[in-house]
């Protein structure tokens, strides 16, 4: 088996174990994400609020939250926060209509993954979220080994 086919069936592997945890206020863009994803080979769960989101229980850390910038209550950015307190390893992804030059740099040098503005090219999208499962992985994978 050649070096490419073994890549191959590897990402194939991290698609099927990894969860894509999308968090937005807008239901309908929520439902067309998630649609995107899905054909994309993903697994997806949609929360409309931060809140919603951390209450879900969840027994490991594999995939990557794709999180809007400003929702009721907290937004993205104290969200990437809090995970990153909680020894949460999920890799952050911001997709967002309200994007501005600090909140990006904020976001970037907190860890995210990429900073997306809508509306995203679903290519962009699974793109980002591909980066994301691989750096997961990878620290996961360092994790291990310590």
Do not use: W
């Not at 991290?14 to 067309?32: C, E, G, K, M």
């Not at 994400?33 to 027994?59: D, N, T």
């Not at 290519?123 to 992985?137: P, T, W």
Request: glycine letters at 6%.
């Amino acid at each position: 088996m050649t070096r490419d086919m073994e890549a191959e069936q590897g990402e194939a592997q991290q698609q099927r174990t990894s969860i894509i945890y999308l968090v937005d206020d807008d239901p309908s863009f929520l439902r067309a994400l998630s649609r995107r994803l899905q054909a994309g080979g993903y697994k997806v769960e949609s929360f409309a609020s931060a809140e919603e989101f951390l209450a879900h229980p969840r027994s490991e850390f594999s995939g990557c939250v794709v999180l809007d910038l400003q929702m009721p209550g907290p937004g993205g950015l104290e969200l990437q926060d809090v995970l990153a307190r909680a020894q949460m390893p999920l890799p952050v992804i911001f997709l967002t209509a309200h994007a501005d030059v600090p909140s990006s740099v904020r976001a970037m040098k907190a860890g995210a993954i990429d900073f997306l503005t809508k509306p995203v090219r679903g290519d962009d999208l699974l793109e980002a979220v591909n980066r994301a499962i691989a750096r997961g992985a990878s620290a996961r994978e360092t994790r291990r080994k310590q």
